[in-house]
Every structure is written in structure tokens, then in C-alpha cells.
């Protein structure tokens, strides 16, 4: 008898993730499969799926992948690839194969609502607006119209987005009422911020604010004509861009007429010194963190930081919860990886930051490039450190728009009766990004 040698790929793309497995390299295979794999041929994209999903011990994605390498044209089996994929975080694989079983069967809504989940987790949020355009004569109300108004608040076509809300009703099933309220904030807020800014894609403040209510404090002076739009990449933080953070704070605060009795110290070390430092800037007294405290801003520097601390995940519970009257300020937050809890402002956006007394790279004498180690001083002199540092804002490479105070301020006002009603959980976009290059 002679043993059958397993099918393998014909496909260049799919022969390289192929080699990948056979090195044990799972997520390097897959990886290769995230661009292009639209025009692959998906038999022998499923063949390459279900030998990874074999070696991560997900026997329903591998299941689903060898009947779909069998039967590559069967709708049911196409969808059951998608829906594996999509519940196994691999929404991208999804698509191709959601697309082609509602091809063949325009019709199926299992098979739209599936593909909208899979374009929504890929942040592929116009493709799910043109889809569901296209389907629009065939929606029903729950979830379908909803998710037509959020995606396109997502992909920022706020026209549409107003007027598919009003031919949304409201809810029979109690469990859209939360999802339905929330779409109203978003809206309002929309609403408010539209007065004094523009809400077009390179307008990263104001979905920024839409989108998850918080207001960015400051914009990067990099890379916003690439696609950025105000968005950092990798960034090693400053003393001087602390306190400019800070001060912007201030203006915002003084133009939404929020008058906080104190600054609350959370229990993080780089927490704790923004905390003493904006206390000092503030000219408001610091106290330790209590989540029953009123009329106090909460300064976090990084909250993903904070959540990796041994108090972490029980602060970020009650922050989530927080009481009336508390303002939650985050100095970095990631746009890449939102925290689990939306601050109500935020002073800047990166993919990568390093605040600056935990060491980094710096320039010697010699002119040879060195890491530092961290600063060990105490708190409060480090803090007294950002005080005085300079907070005169970095030119960068001359694409970004001027951003000065007044014009935070005339945001602040315009907003003032919207702000500090946002959502508390973390929303996955600070906006859209209208540059494939950094999706």
C-alpha cells in the first residue's frame, strides 16, 4: 500500500505560511495570510487553516476549515469557515469566505450579519456600510439598521449615520435598550462638537470626542498627512509634554466649567507622580484614590499600565463605575489597544510609549545612542521635576494644523453640556483612519 502525502498549497503566499507551520510558527503563518488572502484560492486558504488551528488545539476552526478544503463552493461550509474564524479572532480569513456563501445566497442573513461582525472586528467599518447599503431593502430594525447607523459613526459618515438613525425605532427587545442609549450619546455628542469643529476624517478630536466621549487633549506633530491624523506611533514621553498635558487639562476643565476640589492618586507609581504633579499645576490638593469621592479628577498616566498592577483590575472596576463628579484624565492612552475604561480625557494617543523617568534611549557625550535606566527618585521630586519643565509644544515635521489653547477652549465650551455623560467601557477606535498603510 502506498500512504497519501497530505495536500499542500500551490499558492507562493500560502506555500510560504506553509513553511512557517512546518517550523511550528503558528502565528507567523497566519500573519502571511492577513494581506491578500481576497484573491487566494480558498481551498488552499482552509488547508493552511486547518493545519494551524490543528496545532492551537482549535478542533471547531479545523473542523470547519477541512470540510470547507473539501467542498470549497458549498455555502454552508463557507459560512461555517467565517463564523470559526470570526469566533477564533481571525476575523480577516472570515471575509472571503462570509462574502462568497452571500454571494451565493443573498438572501442568507446569518451570512450578512456574519460578514458585518467580521469587517466591524477588522475595523473594516466602510466595507460593512457598503454592504449593508446594498442589502438595505431586506434590513430589520434590530440589529440590523443599528448596526448600518454604527458603522457608518465608525467609518465617519455622520450624514448617514444621522439619517439612518431616524428610521431607526426604538427597540421591542430590552437587551438593545443599553446598545440604543448609547448610540443617542454618540449622536448628541456629535451634535455639541460639530458647532466648532469639522468631524472629517483627519478630525481625530472630534471622534475622538463622538465616538467614546473623551477629549484629546493634544495632537502628535508627526506623520498626520501619512495618515495619522494627530495619532502617535511609538513614543518616548517627556517631562515637557507631561506638563503641557496637564495645562491643557486646565483649559479644558476652566472652558467646561468643571470645578474639581482635588486631584485622586492612583496607586500606580507613574500615576502617583502625574498625580502630585497636576495637583501642583491645578493648584488643588492630592489625595489617594477613593472611588466614593466626588468633584476630583482621577489622573492615571497610562491605564493599560495600571491595569497590570497588583491593585489594577479592582481600580479599573471602580473607575468603570465611577461616581458623579469624578473626572477620569489619562495621559497616554493607547489607540491600539483602548483600556478596558474610557477616561474622560486623555492627553494623547500612541501605539508604544515609555513614560520618561522609566529610562529609555538617549544620546552621550560620544554621540552613541544608550539606554537609560529608570529614576529612581522619590515621587514628589519627580513631579516637582514635570512643574518646571518647559511645556512649549514640539514643532515636529510642520504637517500638523495649529492646535492652540483658545481653540481647545472653544471645543471645551461647545461641549459642555454633553461631556462627562460618555461611556464607561472601552470602545475599540479612536476614530477613523483614513490611511490603509496604518490600519
Given at each position: 500500500?502506498?500512504?497519501?502525502?497530505?495536500?499542500?498549497?500551490?499558492?507562493?503566499?500560502?506555500?510560504?505560511?506553509?513553511?512557517?507551520?512546518?517550523?511550528?510558527?503558528?502565528?507567523?503563518?497566519?500573519?502571511?495570510?492577513r494581506?491578500?488572502?481576497?484573491?487566494?484560492?480558498?481551498?488552499?486558504?482552509?488547508?493552511?487553516?486547518?493545519?494551524?488551528?490543528?496545532?492551537?488545539?482549535?478542533?471547531d476552526?479545523?473542523?470547519?476549515?477541512?470540510?470547507?478544503?473539501?467542498?470549497?463552493?458549498?455555502?454552508?461550509?463557507l459560512?461555517?469557515?467565517?463564523?470559526?474564524?470570526?469566533?477564533?479572532?481571525?476575523?480577516?480569513?472570515?471575509v472571503?469566505?462570509?462574502r462568497?456563501?452571500?454571494?451565493?445566497?443573498?438572501?442568507?442573513?446569518?451570512?450578512?450579519?456574519?460578514?458585518?461582525s467580521?469587517?466591524?472586528?477588522?475595523g473594516?467599518?466602510?466595507?460593512?456600510?457598503?454592504?449593508?447599503?446594498?442589502?438595505?431593502?431586506?434590513?430589520?430594525?434590530?440589529?440590523?439598521?443599528?448596526?448600518?447607523?454604527?458603522?457608518?459613526?465608525?467609518?465617519?459618515?455622520?450624514?448617514?449615520?444621522?439619517?439612518?438613525?431616524?428610521?431607526?425605532?426604538?427597540?421591542e427587545?430590552?437587551?438593545?435598550?443599553?446598545?440604543?442609549?448609547?448610540?443617542?450619546?454618540?449622536?448628541?455628542?456629535?451634535?455639541?462638537?460639530?458647532?466648532?469643529?469639522?468631524?472629517?476624517?483627519?478630525?481625530?478630536?472630534?471622534?475622538?470626542?463622538?465616538?467614546?466621549?473623551?477629549?484629546?487633549?493634544?495632537?502628535?506633530?508627526?506623520?498626520?498627512?501619512?495618515?495619522?491624523?494627530?495619532?502617535?506611533?511609538?513614543?518616548?514621553d517627556?517631562?515637557?509634554?507631561?506638563?503641557r498635558?496637564?495645562?491643557?487639562?486646565?483649559?479644558?476643565?476652566?472652558?467646561?466649567?468643571?470645578?474639581?476640589?482635588?486631584?485622586?492618586?492612583?496607586?500606580?507609581?507613574?500615576?502617583?507622580?502625574?498625580?502630585?504633579?497636576?495637583?501642583?499645576?491645578?493648584?488643588?490638593?492630592?489625595?489617594?484614590?477613593?472611588?466614593?469621592?466626588?468633584?476630583?479628577?482621577?489622573?492615571?498616566y497610562?491605564?493599560?499600565?495600571?491595569?497590570?498592577?497588583?491593585?489594577?483590575?479592582?481600580?479599573?472596576?471602580?473607575?468603570?463605575?465611577?461616581?458623579?463628579?469624578?473626572?477620569?484624565?489619562?495621559?497616554?492612552?493607547?489607540?491600539t489597544?483602548?483600556?478596558?475604561?474610557?477616561?474622560?480625557?486623555?492627553?494623547?494617543?500612541?501605539?508604544?510609549?515609555?513614560?520618561?523617568?522609566?529610562?529609555?534611549?538617549?544620546?552621550?557625550?560620544?554621540?552613541?545612542?544608550?539606554?537609560?535606566?529608570?529614576?529612581?527618585?522619590?515621587?514628589?521630586?519627580?513631579?516637582?521635576?514635570?512643574?518646571?519643565?518647559?511645556?512649549?509644544?514640539?514643532?515636529?515635521?510642520?504637517?500638523?494644523?495649529?492646535?492652540?489653547?483658545?481653540?481647545?477652549?472653544?471645543?471645551?465650551?461647545?461641549?459642555?453640556?454633553?461631556?462627562?455623560?460618555?461611556?464607561?467601557?472601552?470602545?475599540?477606535?479612536?476614530?477613523?483612519?483614513?490611511?490603509?498603510?496604518?490600519?
Amino acid at each position: 500500500m502506498f500512504s497519501r502525502k497530505p495536500r499542500r498549497p500551490t499558492s507562493p503566499e500560502l506555500l510560504k505560511a506553509w513553511e512557517s507551520l512546518d517550523l511550528g510558527d503558528v502565528p507567523g503563518a497566519l500573519s502571511l495570510l492577513r494581506s491578500g488572502t481576497d484573491s487566494l484560492p480558498l481551498a488552499e486558504v482552509a488547508l493552511v487553516v486547518a493545519r494551524a488551528a490543528d496545532s492551537a488545539g482549535f478542533k471547531d476552526l479545523r473542523r470547519a476549515a477541512e470540510a470547507l478544503a473539501a467542498r470549497p463552493d458549498h455555502p454552508q461550509m463557507l459560512y461555517d469557515f467565517g463564523y470559526a474564524c470570526v469566533e477564533r479572532g481571525v476575523s480577516y480569513l472570515a471575509v472571503p469566505a462570509l462574502r462568497e456563501a452571500l454571494r451565493q445566497v443573498p438572501d442568507s442573513t446569518p451570512a450578512l450579519r456574519e460578514l458585518v461582525s467580521a469587517y466591524e472586528r477588522e475595523g473594516r467599518h466602510r466595507e460593512a456600510v457598503e454592504l449593508l447599503t446594498a442589502h438595505e431593502s431586506s434590513l430589520a430594525p434590530w440589529p440590523d439598521r443599528y448596526l448600518l447607523v454604527f458603522n457608518a459613526l465608525m467609518a465617519g459618515d455622520l450624514a448617514l449615520a444621522r439619517s439612518a438613525h431616524t428610521l431607526l425605532p426604538d427597540p421591542e427587545d430590552p437587551q438593545w435598550q443599553p446598545t440604543r442609549e448609547r448610540q443617542n450619546r454618540m449622536l448628541r455628542r456629535a451634535e455639541s462638537a460639530a458647532a466648532v469643529t469639522p468631524l472629517d476624517l483627519t478630525d481625530l478630536r472630534g471622534w475622538q470626542y463622538v465616538l467614546g466621549g473623551t477629549v484629546l487633549g493634544t495632537l502628535s506633530p508627526y506623520g498626520y498627512g501619512a495618515g495619522m491624523t494627530g495619532r502617535f506611533a511609538w513614543l518616548q514621553d517627556t517631562y515637557d509634554q507631561c506638563l503641557r498635558g496637564l495645562l491643557r487639562l486646565k483649559v479644558l476643565l476652566e472652558a467646561a466649567e468643571a470645578h474639581p476640589a482635588s486631584v485622586s492618586l492612583l496607586p500606580d507609581r507613574s500615576s502617583r507622580i502625574l498625580g502630585l504633579a497636576a495637583a501642583e499645576v491645578l493648584g488643588l490638593p492630592a489625595l489617594p484614590f477613593d472611588p466614593a469621592r466626588t468633584d476630583t479628577v482621577v489622573v492615571a498616566y497610562d491605564l493599560n499600565e495600571l491595569a497590570e498592577t497588583e491593585q489594577g483590575p479592582e481600580t479599573i472596576e471602580q473607575l468603570f463605575d465611577r461616581t458623579p463628579g469624578q473626572i477620569l484624565h489619562e495621559h497616554a492612552g493607547c489607540w491600539t489597544d483602548p483600556p478596558a475604561v474610557t477616561p474622560d480625557s486623555v492627553t494623547l494617543l500612541h501605539q508604544s510609549a515609555k513614560a520618561p523617568w522609566d529610562g529609555g534611549l538617549t544620546v552621550g557625550e560620544d554621540g552613541e545612542v544608550e539606554q537609560t535606566g529608570p529614576d529612581a527618585r522619590p515621587e514628589a521630586e519627580i513631579a516637582a521635576e514635570i512643574v518646571g519643565a518647559d511645556p512649549t509644544p514640539d514643532e515636529g515635521d510642520g504637517e500638523t494644523p495649529a492646535d492652540p489653547d483658545d481653540r481647545l477652549a472653544a471645543f471645551g465650551t461647545a461641549i459642555r453640556s454633553t461631556w462627562l455623560r460618555g461611556d464607561r467601557a472601552g470602545l475599540s477606535s479612536s476614530g477613523p483612519v483614513p490611511s490603509s498603510r496604518f490600519e
